[in-house]
């Protein structure tokens, strides 16, 4: 016979615990807290089963999404904050849930989420805007260590990491993430969801990881031929990949088309050629 589930522990409301730590939002880092546990609990079932997984949350604020994240099953919730004052409030979510929740102090960006806990890994934040594509860039770099990613981005990144070929949104972001990830918006976020309101609507995304590649590449060649094709995206790729010196006709694309109009597989063919140059 199965033991009966613990008890919730009674928590105070996160606006109590803002005034109480003195938690007003620091422009610096980025911060604007997410005060409704209905959108946080929303965001923790976009994240799947979390029962047997070691959930990384990062720049959990005052804990709304990590108080949904342990209330919704997480079997460890490891929350990164580098604000000591947010940390502190954190300590006593940490006491409420006892070890399933661990505090880390540190910047993220700093930080190898994969040592934090064992397989199988997620990571579910509400990112900060200042630096959500750096750290998503660098989770893409080491993807195999995570079973999936569920993100809230500010919506025009968000449009871009789903954006398809021949869109104006249609870019390297959305190369580099396409080509590891399967990835799916959940639902938007308006801005007066957090305090202090931004000035742009969010988007929560997730990024599952793929068995394999859509097609050989290396990340670097990969990364160089996107940067050249998109930093002229107006011109034809016969001009904006001409220092490259690569034979366009011989793998198939037309080099009167441009960057935008190229499939993730194409550009993989344009990173494998230009490795063979380098």
């Known amino acids: 016979m199965s033991e009966p589930a613990s008890p919730r522990p009674r928590l105070p ?9 003195k938690l007003s939002a620091r422009r610096s880092l980025g911060q604007h807290f997410l005060l409704d546990l209905n959108l946080c609990a929303r965001i923790a079932r976009a994240a799947g089963n979390l029962g047997r997984t070691t959930v990384i949350e990062v720049g959990p604020g005052p804990g709304g999404l990590t108080r949904a994240l342990l209330e919704a099953g997480a079997a460890r919730v490891v929350a990164v904050e580098r604000d000591g004052r947010c940390v502190a409030a954190l300590a006593e979510l940490a006491a409420a849930y006892g070890p399933r929740l661990e505090v880390v102090e540190g910047d993220a960006l700093e930080t190898d989420l994969a040592a934090l806990g064992p397989a199988p890994r997620r990571i579910v934040a509400n990112l900060p805007y200042n630096v959500a594509t750096p750290l998503l860039i660098g989770w893409l770099k080491q993807i195999t260590d995570f079973a999936g990613l569920t993100l809230m981005f500010q919506k025009e990144v968000a449009d871009r990491l789903t954006a398809r070929p021949w869109t104006k949104d249609f870019g390297r972001l959305s190369v580099m993430a396409q080509w590891l990830c399967a990835v799916r918006r959940e639902f938007n976020v308006a801005s007066t969801a957090f305090t202090p309101p931004p000035k742009v609507a969010s988007t929560v995304v997730s990024l599952t990881p793929r068995p394999t590649p859509l097609a050989p590449a290396d990340w670097t060649a990969l990364e160089t031929v996107t940067a050249t094709a998109f930093g002229q995206r ?40 230009y490795e063979e140059r380098s």
Request: glycine residues 2%.
């Open 234 to 273: 107006r011109k034809m790729l016969r001009k904006s990949l001409q220092r490259l010196d690569l034979d366009l006709e011989s793998l198939g694309i037309d080099p009167t088309a441009r960057a935008e109009e190229l499939a993730v597989e194409q550009f993989c063919a344009l990173a494998r050629a």
């Open 13 to 21: 409301p996160l606006r109590e615990v803002i005034a109480r730590h």
